[in-house]
């Protein structure tokens, strides 16, 4: 089944710094990449994803870059805010959806 | 609309019992999915269930079992439990016609504790 390799496993940024999180995937075959935010004792929601006929996607501070010949893509988190918080998990889908081991990302004030 | 809900929230049970997990989709998903999230380990896939059946399974020991339902509700079952089953179980639903789970929307999740 698909494998997916999440890094770093910490992040510590200072507020209006960026952020970015890669993660590969080993099925060729995957097609969608979702990234989902677990705040504390909460749910994991989606915040962004991309598709595999696509190369880049953005919403307002967040970005998602997928390179499908080397098989990773990344999330980029611009003038991160304490907000942003949070732990964050990428995932490739085929028939079913596998995740990242999660980044846990810290925006000091 | 009426997100994912799980049942029950908390669980304690001790090693050699068994436990049935809940999960009513959003209205007009078919698709359930079924992961364990243990610190560190992320979010671990067990199965998913489309329209009754089994669609694909993780890598988890014939202990974990789990079924859907007509109205699309799922249960997961984990029998003779181990001290490593203490976790946060997470369903999630989605509509599932492409095949693929597509977007999923989770639940709160149900804590297990095994003692």
């Known amino acids: 089944g698909e494998n997916v390799e999440q890094h770093p496993s910490t992040l510590s940024v200072q507020e209006g710094d960026s952020a970015v999180i890669k993660c590969t995937y080993s099925?060729?075959?995957?097609?969608?990449f979702p990234w989902y935010k677990q705040e504390l004792g909460k749910r994991p929601q989606l915040i962004i994803d991309?598709?595999?006929?696509?190369g880049e996607k953005k919403d307002q501070r967040i970005a998602v870059t997928l390179n499908k010949t080397a098989k990773h893509f990344s999330l980029h988190i611009t003038e991160t805010q304490p907000e942003d918080s949070a732990v964050y998990f990428c995932a490739a889908s085929t028939s079913d959806m596998r995740f990242g081991a999660g980044t846990r990302l810290t925006v000091k004030p | 609309k009426a997100g994912v809900t799980q049942t029950p929230r908390y669980l304690i049970k001790t090693r050699g019992q068994q436990v049935t997990l809940s999960c009513s989709p959003i209205s007009g998903h078919r698709s359930v999915s079924w992961y364990q999230q243990t610190p560190g380990q992320g979010l671990q896939f067990l199965f998913e269930?489309?329209?009754?059946?089994?669609?694909n399974k993780g890598n988890f020991p014939g202990r974990f079992s789990g079924r859907q339902f007509s109205n699309s509700r799922s249960e997961m079952n984990v029998s003779t439990l181990e001290l490593g089953d203490s976790a946060l179980y997470l369903c999630?639903?989605?509509?599932?016609?492409?095949?693929?789970?597509?977007?999923?929307?989770f639940g709160e999740g149900s804590r297990l504790t095994v003692l």
């Open positions: 991309i598709r595999s006929n696509v």
């Open positions: 099925d060729s075959a995957s097609n969608y």
């Open positions: 269930y489309f329209s009754e059946t089994q669609r």
């Open positions: 999630a639903s989605s509509s599932g016609l492409t095949g693929s789970p597509g977007e999923l929307f």
